[in-house]
């Protein structure tokens, strides 16, 4: 039972990610009629925006991996931050032109500072937690 608890935390916190991810594009689309268009290279004030977003969909998927993994907080984000890379790497391989180099090479970088940048926050925020009256 661990062990899927273990599995879910981590593939859990990819999805979360990735659907606020994906839910934002169609937010991007209505702020900016005309200019974000899907099948089309967004201009490049666009992909810095989104790239935003994803380091802040980041941070939060760190925060809640670290927060839910239910022993070893570290490893699961270890783990969270591998199946991000490799998602990431063959995304860039599979949709060559689809987005320019340097936007995917950029999201590859955000992905484990921002997991990191997570979940240190999150050990942060539990070390300073202080125990309930009458635990010992």
């Known amino acids: ?12 916190c990819y999805l979360v990610v990735f659907c606020l991810v994906l839910l934002s594009d169609p937010l991007l689309e209505r702020i900016f009629p005309g ?22 969909a980041s941070i939060l998927g760190g925060w809640l991996c670290v927060g839910i993994a239910p022993a070893k907080p570290g490893r699961h984000l270890l783990a969270l931050f591998i199946l991000g890379e490799a998602v990431g790497v063959v ?15 950029l999201w590859l970088g955000i992905w484990p500072v921002c997991l990191w940048i997570g979940g240190r926050a999150k050990k942060r925020q539990h070390r300073e937690t202080p125990e309930p009256v009458g635990a010992a």
Do not use: D, E
């Not at 039972?1 to 859990?12: E, N, T």
């Not at 995304?91 to 090479?105: A, E, K, M, Q, R």
């Open 35 to 56: 200019q974000y268009v899907r099948g089309q290279v967004p201009p490049t004030f666009l992909l810095w925006i989104s790239a935003a977003v994803f380091a802040v």
């Open 1 to 12: 039972m661990k062990v899927l608890r273990s599995i879910a935390s981590v593939v859990g």
């Open 91 to 105: 995304f860039t391989i599979v949709n060559p032109g689809h987005y320019p180099l340097w936007n995917s090479l």
